[in-house]
């Protein structure tokens, strides 16, 4: 059996997966109660070997996900969202618990990727992309049946490529990236402009108020969908030049609203794809999130397996 | 020691080269005088036969690059600037002169991708990407040491990645993409657009007497190159973030002007860079280039070492 520890900033989870990718069992520990890495640590070690040993499962590898992470040495610098700003190394920390367990690190847009891989949609795929849609754009790229790590482990920065050069300001520092556009806080920008230039009062700040607008048919929150879509679809046909891939899945909680997003990013990207690709690049939903068990623990998890 | 050939549209060369890399003995074909592919091939394995004999070599493979060749099954259609039009194979033409002899067939740019992997300045790289500009734009993605080939071996069509949604109209029937910009015809449409917009009467309508008028240090040529530049460098800039290669090679024709396009190339490249990669990642004219043996022919070599 697996274990997969997703560290996000409000909360971390742990769970048990089995080969078949069941989760088996799962706990939720609270990051923020935590001052430093160490103890932060410390309980999801113990957690760990609860769950061990209320399920009598013999663990053959522990694989973590936290944004930011580096695959490479296992340390995560700067993490967005958590407490701790400074350098810390995963891999070490958890190893002092685990000494004769693999302890794998990663970010989170290459765990679901392995997740697609190992028990999701794309078992049987050589080349595919997997796209995650939520406060930024991330994605994993796999070519030859093999995650592509590149330079420092930085490959599938995807949501950093310009797509509107005098474009929208992103936290990176430059113009336009395409996560501007795409991302949750972009589609409520977005929203709000639409609203803006049509001289419609806003009935959405966030987005899943956004979300919920576009599910119950409010024409300006569906116009956002469409606009989403159209630079989504073009995006993936540019993108489809460089790897070929066979399959791109998107993942994230932007997509949770399924055929809205979906639908016009299709259009979009067959609109625009190379005539030699054309009818043979499918876009799907993510199968993990299909899956009753957590998405993201199960990409954890598919970390320990995949290095194993 | 292994044999290349490169059929082009004017010639076919054929070439014999050792394991490090020199073009031994060589010779060409005029493609031209040919009816049918049959015909062609045939000439070829005689060719290849007769160099063979008089330089006393063992030939332990023999790869074969031609435009619009597919790497899977070794066949060939609509090659745009062959007499032939009909899809015919190239790996069972050379299978009925060589039975015994391993036939690799691919298409330009992954051949040259190749030979930069093999003989070139990509050695012991795990990941780059490599550019080819010529009278199109081609590209070939390394990724964990592996040429990346993707469904049906279309990987690598970077050319056709849209980088002006309402730009310059493009062979493949759409519109803006980046070949159109820094291909060789696209360098003469630039020119010809600064020559009109500073209402100059323009001194070359072909790509050669262009390059020859930039190096030569005329004002509008060396906007053309410094506008190409600007183009490439923010490409390859957003390409980065796809693949994190350590290294990016150009290659081709359009290169052969050096830092006149290199040096506007990088800037833009390096002012466009997502901050992570900065001062991490290489842009440098292909190794293949300052080879005295012919990179087509070294390229078409390395399709045949690969695959042993």
Redo the contacts between chains.
Sequence with gaps: MFCGVDIGGTNAKVGLVDEAGHLVDHDTVKTGLYKSPADLVLTLAYTILRLAKVNRAKIEGIGVCCPNACAIDGTVANAANLNFKERFSLTELFGTYFPDTPVAVDNDANAATLGEQCYGKAKDLQ?FLFVTLGTGVG?G?V??G?L???????????G???VE?EGRACG???KGCIERYVAAPGAVDTYLEICRENQIEPRADNYRALADLACAGNPQALQTYRNMGRYLG?FL???A??????HIFLFGGVTKVGDILLEPTRRAFYE?L????QD??KIELSGLMDSKADAAILGAAALAKARK
Tied chains: 1, 2.
């Design positions: 080349d994605g790229v070519c030859n093999k592509v790590y590149g330079l420092n482990a930085m490959a599938g920065e995807i950093h490529i310009i050069p990176c520092g430059r073009r046909a540019n993108l030049c460089v790897t070929a891939p066979t625009n190379l005539f030699c690709y043979r690049i």
